[in-house]
């Protein structure tokens, strides 16, 4: 499925000339699903049902809705196609992409369970509010996808969006598990990688730091949400005392009920200020999850690279042993030379059918280097096209979001200080 969309490229020596060839090989694959289809999670919805060992359990399923674009560009009121799909098939679909285009930088699911969360809010996640605003980040992921030049034209994606029976078929006929497997095994060793990029490496290290910075980021908010919640509600004790201290007076009885009413207004107005509040933190939270789907792609190149000098070795190992066959000269100290020592050498024909088998493994490890050398090329060419692209990305979504974050807390205190002078004012008047 990686290859499909794809125009084949062609190597050649003038690397500026490469990477020109493939930035329009990447933009150039046709227009992005988003321009032919309208996409969006439209709704959530709790089920009963049976697990799978046949236990009953509650789930969530989230609706899909499709829509050709060109009937809603000639204004057409279609009824949208639509699907239920469950968290789990979301999973899977992104499993399916990351195996499947390693050196794409696969856009983050929501979190599955609540994280830097604050007492207000329900790590439950089956909790309608974050069942809410997971079914927003489902659809943010589904617009990334869609809109990527490369993950937009994958056949299972449109199959996933598309047929509601079946799909899950199509992605296990791809083999990506096997694939999946034996890459994690891979993975979960300690490279001692020779001459990796150093763009790379600065990348890698860079998802940590945004990692880093990110969760900290996250974890300051919870905490400053908390006490900024208890304050406000602190407030509401004034309405309530302004209140009943109002029956008891006659000249100012109207102006302490109406200080009253203001201080409920400013202590009940925290909630949706704060509710307005996670959403930013979510879209803070989804960079904290791009960092680990950029670290994969630095993994992967680790990975190449480490098959890439593995098989170089191997390589100039066996061309040792066949100057060595050859020659009789024994540079380094084997086994088999210490036995030619001690037994005498061995027969021509044995030493002629050696070398024929040396020979072939030769041939063979030569075309196993040149393999990985063009894999180890290809993935560093398209993850670094897919890097700058996804910089682009962020750096405009994380200032659009703290922007928006700073006006929403200016417009905070205007309204705190517009409520604080109408309580001091009626009571005063």
């Excluded at 439209?42 to 060992?53: L, T, W």
């Excluded at 792609?297 to 098989?311: I, Y």
Aim: glycine share 4%.
């Amino acid at each position: 499925m990686a290859e499909d969309g794809e125009e084949e490229l062609v190597a050649t020596d003038d690397d500026s000339e490469k990477q020109g060839r493939l930035n329009h090989a990447i933009v150039d694959q046709g227009c992005t699903l988003l321009r032919r289809m309208e996409i969006c999670v439209a709704e959530a919805e709790k089920r009963n049902g049976k697990n799978a060992v046949n236990m009953q359990e509650m789930f969530t399923v989230y609706l899909i809705e499709t829509r050709p674009m060109d009937a809603v560009a000639e204004g057409r009121n279609l009824s949208p196609d639509s699907l239920w799909r469950r968290y789990s098939e979301f999973e899977l679909l992104r499993s399916y992409l990351v195996v499947t285009y390693p050196y794409i930088v696969v856009p983050p699911l929501p979190e599955k369970r609540a994280e830097f969360v604050w007492h207000k809010l329900s790590a439950d996640n089956m909790d309608p509010d974050f069942v809410e605003r997971r079914r927003v980040g489902l659809e943010n992921f589904l617009l990334r996808v869609a809109c990527h030049p490369v993950l937009s034209n994958d056949k299972i994606l449109y199959h996933f969006l598309t047929e509601e029976r079946g799909w899950k078929e199509v992605v296990y006929e791809t083999g990506f598990q096997a694939k999946a497997e034996s890459r994690l095994k891979a993975l979960s060793a300690t490279f001692r990688v020779r001459n990796t990029d150093k763009r790379f490496v600065d990348m890698k290290h860079y998802s940590d730091e945004l990692q880093s910075h990110t969760s900290q980021l996250l974890r300051a908010r919870a905490r400053v949400a908390d006490r900024l919640y208890g304050v406000y509600k602190v407030h509401g004790n004034y309405g309530r005392v302004f209140s009943e201290w109002s029956a008891i007076e006659r000249e100012m009885g109207d102006g302490l009920q109406s200080a009253g009413h203001h201080m409920d207004a400013f202590a009940a107005s925290i909630d949706d200020i704060l509710e307005e509040e996670e959403h930013y933190a979510d879209q803070l939270k989804e960079y904290l999850f791009y960092a680990e789907a950029l670290r994969a792609v630095c993994r992967k190149h680790e990975l190449t690279q480490f098959e890439l000098e593995m098989a170089s070795q191997d390589l100039i190992s066996k061309k040792q042993q066949r100057e060595e066959l050859a020659t009789g000269i024994v540079r380094t100290f084997s086994f088999k030379g210490m036995t030619n020592k001690l037994f005498g050498q061995e027969a021509p024909e044995q030493r002629e059918a050696r070398l024929k088998l040396l020979e072939e493994m030769i041939a063979e490890g030569e075309e196993t280097v040149k393999e990985k050398t063009v894999e180890c090329e290809e993935h560093v060419e398209r993850a670094w096209v897919d890097m700058q692209r996804f910089e682009e990305q962020k750096d405009k979504d994380l200032r659009e979001a703290l922007i928006n974050y700073a006006v929403m807390q200016i417009s905070m205190c205007k309204k705190v200080h517009v409520e604080n002078t109408l309580s001091s004012w009626t009571f005063y008047s």
